[in-house]
């Protein structure tokens, strides 16, 4: 009975795996995405940029869920933050992944770039990955900025009044570049408002094309290291030793006055 | 070309309408009036007394017309400001601060003829607490008997009078317009001393008080 149950349920699921791959082809898409070789030597360093990726997946959760209750008006900011880390039903757990992953996420930010730079993953074909890199890296920023004025606590307050101030000091465009920000021309309901939109609209939104990119990018070329390509930029590093190597025998040949 | 303009041209102008507003305009979220900040007894003779004061601004949905029109107004919005206040020192020392002759009878409430406002005026200090550097609120920290603003973020230092003493800030500290009336009061508008720029030209500080 149970054996006869196993195998129709078996047979409806291949069925239903069939007319999806037929239609979509959503199997032979999953499989390439998934499937994806890496190398041998050090795998656990690749395991940075998923890291990142991981920790960019969570904000974006939590925050969906953060806007359930937080209210960004300058009477009810700090209020509604309040509520969220004391009334609401995991409240706390669902704030402080925002807050804590946020910080991780600078952190992970910076091992991943630090592990791309010194292992030379940026060099050709991938340089333009780097850039993508390095635009996501802006956009997290800005993110950080923007997110940190939400809480209209004094902290968030006068980090922010900073933050505006040092972008006073640009060139030319340094009252811009405050007035922008500021909403106005001084800290006040507006400069809350804006910060909102750019925090969970314009920023996540620019966000998500990017990391698209890198992710296309990165698939495209495969992760820097393999075998394949380590040999060959270790034989090549070895056979420029070599020359200079000779190049040293033959100015001794010439530079006789070194030797005497 | 045309069709380009009208697609980008009202979305970017929507989002800087501040900029379009202050720096071209040059209207701005404060309102003119004087307000009161406190009466000359309250200085003491040696050191600098800071006294919280509130503007109104009418930024964005906060604006009084608008709040008036929707009848929905749940709190009067302003922008606090600390202000500090002290008597000139010809030294920079808050020891050494030259308050006028009449200040050591002075009680609260008094009122004081036009002479003497105008004395007051003359030896007065009225500070903006947002430092010249980043705009964080300084505080008076008194050290070895010497006192001077110590700005919690950087360490920028100011003397008694609000001059340059040390740390990153570029300048003294910003000084409100100020006028001394006969009630014996303090009133200041939301200006400081900065050198005016051209709107839309060219650029003026501070830019965030």
């Known amino acids: 009975m149970i054996g006869r149950i196993r195998t129709q349920t078996s047979e409806a699921s291949k069925l239903i795996v069939d007319w999806m791959e037929h239609r979509t082809g959503i199997v032979t898409m999953l499989e390439h995405f998934l499937y994806e070789p890496v190398p041998k030597r050090g795998a656990w360093i690749y395991t940075l940029g998923s890291a990142v990726l991981g920790l960019i997946s969570l904000q974006f959760l939590t925050g969906i869920l953060l806007l359930f209750y937080y209210v960004p008006t300058t009477t009810e900011a700090w209020n509604s933050v309040y509520y969220i880390m004391n009334d609401a039903v995991f409240g706390q757990l669902i704030r402080g992944l925002h807050y804590w992953s946020a910080n991780f996420l600078m952190a992970a930010i910076g091992l991943h770039m630090a592990q791309v730079f010194f292992s030379g993953g940026y060099k050709a074909p991938r340089e333009l990955n780097w850039l993508v890199g390095v635009i996501l890296l802006l956009l997290v920023v800005g993110l950080s900025f923007t997110g940190y004025l939400l809480r209209w606590d004094q902290d968030g307050f006068w980090a922010s009044v900073v933050g505006i101030k040092i972008g006073s000091y640009s060139p030319f465009v340094g009252s811009y570049i405050t007035h922008f920000l500021l909403g106005g021309d001084v800290i006040g309901p507006a400069t809350l408002s804006r910060f909102f939109a750019i925090h969970v609209w314009l920023l996540p939104a620019t966000i998500a094309p990017f990391i698209g990119i890198h992710l296309y990018l990165l698939r495209r070329h495969g992760v820097f290291g393999s075998d394949f390509e380590y040999t060959e930029r270790l034989t090549k590093l070895h056979e420029q030793q070599r020359l200079e190597e000779y190049a040293g025998y033959e100015l001794d040949e010439d530079g006789q006055s070194d030797r005497e | ?209």
């Not at chain 2, 001059?163 to 300048?171: A, K, L, T």
């Open chain 2, 1 to 209: 070309m045309i069709t380009g303009a009208i697609l980008t041209i009202p979305p970017v102008a929507f989002i800087l309408t501040p900029i379009i507003k202050t720096d071209v305009l040059g209207d701005s979220d404060v309102s003119e009036q004087w307000v009161k900040v406190g009466h000359l007894s309250e200085i003491p003779k040696d050191e600098p007394k800071d006294f919280t004061i509130q503007f109104p601004i009418t930024q964005s949905y906060g604006s009084k017309g608008i709040q008036k029109e929707s009848g929905v107004s749940n709190s009067d919005y302003t922008v606090r400001n600390a202000v500090w206040m002290s008597w000139r020192s010809p030294t920079g020392k808050a020891q050494e601060s030259e308050p006028p002759s009449f200040a050591e009878s002075l009680k609260a409430g008094d009122s004081i003829s036009q002479s003497q406002s105008k004395e007051a005026e003359k030896k007065l200090n009225v500070l903006s607490s947002s430092c010249a550097h980043l705009g964080c609120p300084v505080r008076w920290l008194i050290t070895e008997g010497e006192g001077e603003f110590l700005c919690p973020c950087h360490g920028g230092l100011y003397d008694s009078n609000g001059d340059y003493v040390g740390g990153p800030p570029p300048r003294g500290m910003y000084r409100y317009t100020y006028e001394v009336r006969q009630d014996g009061n303090v009133y200041v508008k939301h200006e400081f001393n900065i050198k005016p720029g051209i709107p839309g030209i060219s650029t003026q500080q501070p830019y965030v008080i």
